[in-house]
């Protein structure tokens, strides 16, 4: 099985995005359950939070629904399992 974590800053924006774009294509092409994926921040500025609403709506205007997603800060764990 192939692993991908997105990383950005606080995980409200580009990286839920980027997993919410992934999830979908892999979807379209019926390999989602050949992944884990997930997304993190490196900072714990807006852990347990949603993504940020514009870019919810902007996902959601080009077909990607990341408002589920939660906001987490990386851990060590993270480094074995991605």
Same mark, same amino acid.
């Given at each position: 099985?192939?692993?991908?974590? @997105?990383? !950005?800053?606080?995980?409200? !924006?580009?990286?839920?995005?980027?997993? /919410?774009? +992934?999830?979908g294509?892999?979807?379209?092409?019926?390999?989602? *359950?050949? @992944?884990?994926?997930?997304?993190?921040?490196? $900072?714990?500025? $807006?852990? /347990?939070?949603?993504? +940020?609403?514009? #870019?919810?709506?902007? #996902? *959601?205007?080009?077909?990607?629904?990341?408002?589920?997603l939660?906001?987490?800060?990386?851990s060590?764990?993270? @480094?074995?399992? @991605?």
């Amino acid at each position: 099985m192939r692993s991908l974590l @997105f990383v !950005c800053t606080a995980n409200i !924006c580009r990286s839920p995005m980027a997993e /919410g774009i +992934f999830r979908g294509l892999l979807a379209a092409s019926g390999t989602e *359950k050949d @992944f884990v994926i997930d997304s993190v921040g490196t $900072h714990n500025y $807006h852990v /347990g939070e949603p993504p +940020f609403p514009a #870019a919810v709506t902007i #996902a *959601k205007h080009r077909g990607y629904e990341i408002a589920h997603l939660v906001s987490r800060r990386i851990s060590p764990e993270d @480094f074995d399992r @991605f």
